[in-house]
């Protein structure tokens, strides 16, 4: 029970910790990337065999971080408070008068009780759900602290910290190839940052296990996002610092508020192992743990989390019995729907070829990468591979890929007889140098997608879907 346990006092600690530590939110003018070299306060992660003491450690030390953030929480609003005029001349995405966003969903007139909701420049007037869907954890606003100016240290550097299935999350924006690492983002789930030269928001939710990067750019506004201290079916729920509008992560939307009818643009990110990102990116930048915050990284606040079959916490949406809610799935959505590839599948059989609506499509699994999850220390967790998905045609023909005999990390096509990477790279072979172009997806719990999207097939054998209840 103290494993099961640790998690649920953690994710209050997370914020607890943060207030309790201080730190600005505010957005910088500039978000430049800065090299480091290595640092004395980042040790190696040392082995662990017995976690409990540790455990008891932390719960009693988070007890205390809970207090304190409770105490510099707002008071109570016991008498109404009204709510912030909004005029017609302040910023909306949509007209004021709309009925539906662009993409179909009804904009719902929110009448809110002022005692019920935060005392924020949101307009929860305009909004596409209900207000009574969101939960809010009891941490502020930002009391989960985003890395508003991350820094960056080297490849060679980082290798001093990470172990070779330590799980990051892969990035790359016109070449500029950077790696986050999973025990950082357990504790901040949200980067603003420029890579490649242009504005994103690099975002990872525990509780969904999914990594999700987005243009910051909305309208030609560059956004700058935090975390609400809500959520919604247990995903993330961010906000802007523009407008204060609120937007889901699976999805990009904004929920409620000025921005409501906006999506930001997804792009693709993927969670790899250390080995996997330096073997394609010797060159690449990795986000420090000079963070400017102190926090456990190389912890997780979420121990056990991910190690139960059973429905999750802080969860009110309908479970779909298809999948364990904490099956780990790579979701890619095509014209005719959403499709699922359960990692229970993809472990057996590596790689996965699909023809739908018209695209060639090849999924890939290596073993590596740990969860960030499971075990306290998460270089003691356990494996649960990487995934990369992308169009399998090059020059107008299909190629067809096995996993390499050689290589259990590596792929050959059976065309050319060259072998290709995760990340979908061409690493020796006729087509050495060439890429295939990714598709996107992202790797999430079963729970956490199907809630947001019920009619998905799950394909549960090469080719054979599963197809939703009717």
Same mark, same amino acid.
């Given at each position: 029970?103290m494993?099961?346990?640790?998690?649920?006092?953690?994710?209050?600690?997370?914020? $607890?910790?943060?207030?309790?530590?201080?730190?600005?939110?505010?957005?910088?003018?500039?978000?430049?990337?800065?090299?480091?070299?290595?640092?004395?306060?980042?040790?190696?992660?040392?082995?662990?065999?017995?976690?409990?003491?540790p455990?008891?450690?932390?719960? !009693?030390?988070?007890?205390?971080?809970?207090?304190?953030?409770?105490?510099?929480?707002?008071?109570?609003?016991?008498?109404?408070?009204?709510?912030?005029?909004?005029?017609?001349?302040?910023?909306?995405?949509?007209?004021p008068?709309?009925? =539906?966003?662009?993409?179909?969903?009804?904009i719902? &007139?929110?009448?809110?009780? @002022?005692?019920?909701?935060?005392?924020?420049?949101?307009?929860?007037?305009?909004?596409?759900i209900?207000?009574d869907?969101?939960?809010?954890t009891?941490? @502020?606003r930002? +009391?989960? !602290?985003?890395?508003?100016?991350?820094?960056?240290?080297?490849v060679?550097?980082?290798?001093?910290?990470?172990?070779?299935?330590s799980?990051? %999350?892969?990035?790359?924006?016109?070449?500029?190839?950077?790696?986050?690492?999973?025990?950082?983002?357990?504790?901040?789930?949200?980067?603003?940052?420029?890579?490649?030269g242009?504005?994103?928001?690099?975002?990872?939710?525990?509780?969904?296990?999914?990594?999700?990067?987005?243009?910051? &750019?909305?309208?030609?506004?560059?956004?700058?996002?935090?975390?609400? +201290?809500?959520?919604?079916?247990?995903?993330?729920?961010?906000?802007?610092?523009?407008?204060?509008?609120?937007?889901?992560?699976?999805?990009? !939307?904004?929920?409620? +508020?000025?921005?409501?009818?906006?999506r930001?643009?997804?792009?693709?990110?993927? %969670?790899v192992?250390?080995d996997?990102? !330096?073997?394609? /990116?010797?060159?690449?930048?990795?986000?420090?743990?000079?963070?400017?915050?102190?926090?456990?990284?190389?912890?997780?606040?979420?121990?056990?989390?991910?190690?139960?079959?059973? @429905?999750?916490?802080?969860?009110?949406?309908?479970?779909?019995? &298809?999948?364990?809610?904490?099956?780990?799935?790579?979701?890619?959505?095509?014209?005719?729907?959403?499709?699922?590839?359960?990692?229970?599948?993809? =472990?057996?059989? *590596?790689?996965?070829?699909?023809? *739908?609506d018209?695209s =060639?499509?090849?999924?890939?699994?290596?073993?590596?990468?740990r969860?960030?999850?499971? &075990?306290?220390?998460?270089?003691?967790?356990?494996?649960?591979?990487?995934?990369?998905?992308?169009?399998? %045609?090059?020059?107008?023909?299909?190629?067809?890929? /096995?996993?390499?005999?050689?290589?259990?990390?590596?792929?050959?096509?059976?065309?050319?007889g060259?072998?290709?990477?995760?990340?979908?790279? $061409?690493?020796?072979? @006729?087509?050495?140098?060439?890429?295939?172009?990714?598709?996107?997806?992202?790797?999430?719990?079963?729970?956490?997608?199907?809630?947001?999207?019920?009619?998905?097939?799950?394909?549960?054998?090469?080719?054979?879907?599963? /197809? $939703?209840?009717?």
């Amino acid at each position: 029970m103290m494993v099961r346990a640790w998690w649920v006092v953690g994710l209050l600690g997370v914020a $607890a910790v943060a207030v309790a530590c201080g730190g600005s939110s505010a957005q910088p003018d500039t978000r430049p990337a800065v090299v480091q070299g290595p640092s004395a306060s980042e040790p190696a992660v040392p082995e662990v065999e017995e976690e409990d003491a540790p455990l008891v450690e932390a719960e !009693k030390e988070l007890d205390e971080d809970i207090a304190s953030s409770q105490a510099d929480a707002p008071a109570p609003v016991d008498e109404p408070v009204d709510p912030p005029e909004i005029e017609v001349s302040d910023f909306l995405f949509l007209p004021p008068d709309a009925t =539906e966003t662009a993409a179909g969903d009804v904009i719902v &007139r929110n009448e809110v009780d @002022p005692r019920t909701r935060p005392r924020w420049g949101t307009n929860w007037a305009m909004a596409i759900i209900g207000f009574d869907e969101l939960d809010f954890t009891g941490a @502020p606003r930002d +009391g989960v !602290k985003p890395l508003d100016t991350p820094f960056f240290t080297t490849v060679a550097a980082a290798d001093l910290i990470y172990r070779a299935d330590s799980p990051v %999350i892969r990035f790359e924006r016109n070449g500029d190839v950077r790696a986050y690492p999973l025990d950082i983002m357990v504790w901040h789930e949200i980067v603003n940052d420029v890579v490649g030269g242009e504005p994103v928001v690099v975002t990872f939710c525990p509780l969904c296990n999914m990594a999700i990067a987005f243009d910051a &750019r909305v309208g030609g506004q560059v956004l700058r996002m935090g975390t609400s +201290g809500a959520l919604r079916n247990s995903d993330l729920v961010m906000w802007d610092d523009a407008t204060e509008s609120l937007w889901q992560q699976i999805g990009g !939307k904004a929920l409620i +508020g000025g921005y409501v009818g906006a999506r930001l643009e997804p792009l693709p990110a993927t %969670i790899v192992s250390w080995d996997q990102f !330096k073997a394609s /990116a010797a060159d690449g930048l990795v986000l420090s743990r000079e963070t400017g915050f102190t926090r456990n990284y190389g912890q997780t606040p979420y121990a056990g989390y991910d190690s139960v079959d059973r @429905p999750p916490d802080l969860f009110r949406g309908e479970l779909d019995a &298809r999948l364990s809610p904490f099956e780990r799935v790579v979701t890619v959505e095509f014209q005719s729907g959403p499709v699922a590839y359960p990692f229970v599948l993809l =472990e057996q059989v *590596r790689v996965v070829e699909e023809s *739908r609506d018209g695209s =060639e499509i090849v999924v890939f699994w290596t073993p590596g990468a740990r969860s960030a999850l499971d &075990r306290f220390f998460i270089d003691n967790a356990r494996q649960v591979g990487a995934t990369g998905v992308f169009s399998r %045609i090059v020059e107008g023909e299909s190629l067809n890929f /096995a996993v390499n005999p050689d290589d259990e990390d590596t792929f050959l096509d059976s065309v050319t007889g060259s072998v290709w990477n995760v990340f979908g790279e $061409a690493v020796n072979g @006729p087509l050495a140098g060439v890429r295939l172009d990714p598709i996107l997806h992202v790797d999430h719990f079963w729970f956490s997608w199907v809630v947001f999207q019920p009619e998905t097939e799950i394909v549960l054998e090469a080719g054979s879907p599963l /197809a $939703a209840p009717s």
